[in-house]
């Protein structure tokens, strides 16, 4: 998955993306980039992978509770929710300290995923978020990792 073909043409499909929220959609071929490290990563348990699986499941599948066609750029933030929701339950589970090992991008991970958990009911909706996490199996924590 860390393959740079793919992470090129997804940081070129976000790329033109102006939105509210653009700070946080950049960030998403980052985040993808993550979630295959820490698939990779013998110190994740494989709970956790499975969880990480399905979240990149969610990204790449062309079934989307938010269709591009429809919803346009905007539609890259329920992908958003899903890896943040997936990443802050790991944070919330395993050591830090490994999922920071394997980031590469140039936000705050931690301040990041915190900030987007306060804003994810408003961004998408929380009718909208739990049915994705539902979906995928995963609950939202009540409370942002750390919070």
């Known amino acids: 998955m860390e393959d740079t073909e793919f992470y ?3 940081r070129e499909k976000v790329a033109g993306y102006t939105g509210p929220y653009s700070d946080y959609v950049l960030l998403i071929p980052d985040l993808v980039a993550l ?3 820490l698939m990779r990563d013998t110190r994740v348990h494989s709970k956790h992978k499975i969880y990480l699986g399905a979240a990149l499941a969610y990204i790449v599948s062309p079934i989307d509770l938010m269709p591009e066609r429809i919803f346009g750029k905007l539609a890259f933030l329920d992908d958003l929710a899903v890896l943040v929701a997936v990443l802050n339950m790991l944070l919330n589970e395993t050591d830090n300290q490994i999922v920071l090992e394997n980031w590469s991008g ?3 991970l931690l301040e990041t995923v915190r900030n987007f958990l306060r804003q994810s009911d408003q961004v998408i909706g929380k009718a909208r978020l739990e ?3 539902d979906y995928l199996g995963v609950r939202k ?4 990792a750390g919070v």
């Open 131 to 133: 049915k994705i996490l």
């Open 106 to 108: 140039k936000a705050d």
């Open 35 to 37: 979630v295959a490290r």
């Open 141 to 144: 924590p009540a409370s942002p």
């Open 8 to 10: 090129s043409k997804l």
